[in-house]
Structure formats: structure tokens, C-alpha cells
């Protein structure tokens, strides 16, 4: 009944805030009870802004024992939020709970399910910002798809950009001959590496050719593409 009152939920958040950088994990753990979802989303948000790396683990924790799908969405998205800016990450002992239980929940909750392509789409995010390439693939075959909408084909091929995948010359190659695909394929030849950036001559290889490969095609591209 609280949880639909336009005040309490905020009012109640206030009163419960100052507790949460005194003990994460205990703060989250209330917020897995809480039956006020506001709440519960306010937490997770602010271990998240603490930015430490004992706050992360603590947010991973949650996600590891989660059992909705509304609960590891919101939590995932904190995470994610607490990791916007940070580089170099390495995954922390918590994440491959954190991984499996994407799966447990999708396969057996229901309201996981109904929301399956969202989550599997934030534990993607998760898995390329701390350095997890089992997911590479997955979106390789995703970026490729061109039965699927282009909106999702354009955030897989990002997402293996911001990861740096070592395979992205080759699929750059294949997008530059998909119109639907071409500029952002275009857009993206810019994040491989040049002859000097890089010691491995694969990437400086994959780089040089995308770039040729480009000013090959350059007389047939659209105005926007040029």
C-alpha cells in the first residue's frame, strides 16, 4: 500500500540513506526484503555512487543471490552505473555467481523471462566491462543478424567496440557491404589501432586493411556515409 503513496516511498528513503554507506551489504540485503521498489532501487543506487571497489563487490554479492528478475535488473543497472568511467577492470571473485545466476533466473522465473533479452542484454554490458569475452561471440553473431532490428545490431557492435574485441577488423570488413550497418561500421573504423598504437601486428594488420578497405569503397557511399 506504502509503495504507491506519492511521499512515503521518497520520505522513507530519506529517513534510510544515511545507514547505507555505514554497510552496504546489510543495506542491500534489506533492499532484497523491501516491498517498496523505490526503495530498494535507491540503495542499490547509492552503493553504486560510493565507486569503490568493496562497494562492487557488495552490489555483486546482491546479484549472485537475487531471485527476480525485476531484482538483478535494477541491481545490474547500478553496477553499471557505478562503472561508468572506470577502465582496466578486472573481474572480481563474485562475477561468475553473478553470471550463472542471470541464466538460473531466466530459465526458471517467469518475470525473467518476460524480460529476457533486456537482462541477458545488461549482463553482456557487465561481461565486457570487466573484461569477459566469453560473451564476444554472442555479439559478433548478434551484430551480423540482419533479421534483427538494426537498433540492436548498432549496441552489440558498440559494445564490442568499447571492448576492444580483437576480431572487430573482420567484422568491420563484412559491415562496410551491409547498407544497414555501413555507417556504423564507418563510424567505428576509427577505434582500430594504426601501425604505431599497437605491438600486435594482427590489430595493426586488421586496422590497415578496414582503412583501405574504406577508401575503396569511399566513391559509392551516401552523402552521410562520406
Not at 525473467?112 to 554472442?138: H, I, N
Not at 540492436?152 to 571492448?163: C, D, S
Not at 589501432?193 to 594488420?205: F, V
Request: glycine residues 6%.
Amino acid at each position: 500500500e506504502d509503495a504507491a503513496d506519492h511521499n512515503l516511498p521518497q520520505m522513507y528513503w530519506y529517513a534510510f540513506e544515511p545507514c547505507v554507506p555505514a554497510d552496504p551489504e546489510r543495506a542491500l540485503d534489506l533492499a532484497a526484503k523491501s516491498k517498496i521498489p523505490l526503495v530498494a532501487q535507491h540503495i542499490a543506487r547509492r552503493v553504486a555512487d560510493m565507486g569503490s571497489d568493496g562497494a562492487l563487490a557488495s552490489l555483486l554479492k546482491a546479484m549472485a543471490k537475487e531471485k527476480t528478475g525485476a531484482g538483478i535488473e535494477y541491481l545490474a543497472k547500478a553496477a553499471l552505473d557505478g562503472l561508468r568511467g572506470r577502465t582496466g577492470l578486472t573481474a572480481p571473485a563474485e562475477w561468475e555467481g553473478v553470471y550463472a545466476n542471470f541464466d538460473e533466473l531466466i530459465s526458471r522465473r517467469p518475470d525473467a523471462k518476460e524480460r529476457a533479452g533486456e537482462l541477458r542484454d545488461l549482463r553482456t554490458a557487465l561481461a565486457v566491462a570487466f573484461g569477459d569475452q566469453r560473451v564476444f561471440p554472442q555479439l559478433r553473431a548478434q551484430v551480423e543478424d540482419a533479421v534483427l532490428p538494426v537498433e540492436r545490431r548498432q549496441a552489440a557492435l558498440q559494445t564490442l567496440v568499447a571492448g576492444r574485441d580483437a576480431a572487430l577488423g573482420g567484422l568491420l570488413l563484412k559491415l562496410l557491404d551491409d547498407s544497414a550497418m555501413r555507417l556504423s561500421a564507418v563510424r567505428s573504423v576509427g577505434s582500430l589501432p594504426s601501425t604505431p598504437e599497437t605491438k600486435d601486428p594482427t590489430r595493426r594488420q586488421d586496422g590497415d586493411a578496414t582503412s583501405t578497405a574504406v577508401l575503396s569503397r569511399f566513391a559509392a557511399f551516401s552523402p552521410e556515409e562520406k
